[in-house]
């Protein structure tokens, strides 16, 4: 029986809006190849305790220390028996795909330090999920850089990396657009006002009580849709809308409401996460961004200068900004300048990519 050529994905725990699982699909979909989709609960330290496993879970912005941590390792190093890089090298072995595909920056050194040290040849290819490249080392020159755009692009190029080893790809968030007349019947559906209704994307530590209770005070004016991310923090948000005796708002609790709600609302209020941007511009949303660590904040400063996001340096402002939306002609600017930044980026694309590798 002829077996199909396997493409191999490694994730993690900081993955975002199911990417891995949205690949896999559209792989599959192509019909040549299957796919096996690896997280680090399979592949990492089982107790959790080492520098690198701890950072998955605080999912802060540990991108560099995780490039130090790769440098570290002896690329001569071989013969590994036990660990992260055992596991991860015996996946390959188990499976033999024509390729492993990484997704989240952690799935990508793990997958680097083990092919150093157990010295696999399978390529490796990575989806970059960045707007702006770090002064940082990517080190393997050997994999193959799947990126936002052409100013990553040139960067890895600057420390080495062949062109020819580095495309252009977009993200893989892929999310349906529809008509106004289909977003208007959404919004009925799902109980929303036809007034303006906001999008906010936050956790505890973004503030997110503060942000609520201020975007609550404008009344009627703001109806408010929140992903609160847990139950814990999704009966907070109802006291304090109970407090307000409001009956614009929707609290969410779980991931897979949220593309529906994205989709229905005008406006996204977020912090710093790539994968809420990146389908706002698909959908034709202004984003207003907020808050965030050194990384993040480069990002959001390189999306400001392209005119894709505005960005709330303080809470109070982003009720400002979200009025200035309101305002004929400011919301239209950056609706048409994120559609058009996004408009080439295509999970297909990536995904027919990625099948007509052929290794040598």
Not at 1 to 23: F, Q, W
Request: proline letters at 2%.
């Amino acid at each position: 029986m002829h077996r199909k050529p396997i493409i191999l994905i490694l994730t993690s725990r900081d993955e975002r809006a199911g990417l891995s699982k949205n690949l896999a699909d559209s792989i599959k979909k192509i019909g040549t190849h299957n796919v096996v989709v690896i997280s680090d609960d399979k592949y990492s330290s089982r107790q959790k305790t080492s520098r690198l496993d701890r950072l998955v879970q605080m999912q802060e912005d540990y991108q560099q220390i995780l490039v130090e941590k790769s440098r570290k390792i002896k690329s001569g190093k071989k013969g590994v028996k036990s660990g992260r890089a055992f596991r991860i090298s015996n996946a390959v072995k188990r499976y033999r795909p024509e390729l492993v595909l990484a997704v989240t920056p952690y799935a990508y050194f793990a997958l680097t330090e083990a092919k150093r040290k157990a010295g696999f040849s399978t390529a490796i290819f990575y989806v970059m999920p960045y707007f702006v490249l770090d002064k940082q080392s990517y080190g393997d020159v050997d994999s193959t850089f799947i990126v936002e755009n052409q100013d990553v692009k040139s960067a890895l190029v600057a420390q080495g990396v062949p062109s020819r080893k580095v495309m252009t790809m977009g993200l893989p968030y892929d999310i349906e657009k529809k008509t106004p007349l289909e977003v208007a019947a959404l919004k009925q559906e799902l109980g929303l006002p036809k007034t303006m209704s906001v999008f906010l994307n936050a956790t505890k530590k973004d503030g997110v009580e503060e942000l609520f209770r201020l975007l609550l005070d404008q009344g009627g004016v703001i109806n408010t849709v929140v992903y609160a991310g847990d139950n814990k923090m999704g009966g907070e948000l109802r006291l304090i809308a109970d407090e307000y005796n409001a009956n614009n708002v929707v609290i969410l609790q779980r991931e897979e409401q949220v593309d529906e709600y994205l989709t229905a609302c005008d406006t996204v209020i977020t912090k710093y996460d790539i994968s809420t941007i990146y389908k706002a511009f698909k959908l034709g949303k202004p984003v207003i961004t907020f808050g965030g660590t050194a990384h993040a904040n480069r990002e959001i400063d390189y999306l400001v200068s392209h005119g894709l996001v505005m960005h709330a340096r303080e809470n109070l402002e982003i009720v400002g900004l979200t009025y200035r939306l309101i305002e004929t002609g400011v919301a239209a600017t950056y609706v048409r300048a994120g559609e058009k930044w996004v408009e080439n980026a295509s999970i297909d694309n990536i995904a027919n990519y990625l099948v007509s590798y052929i290794g040598y």
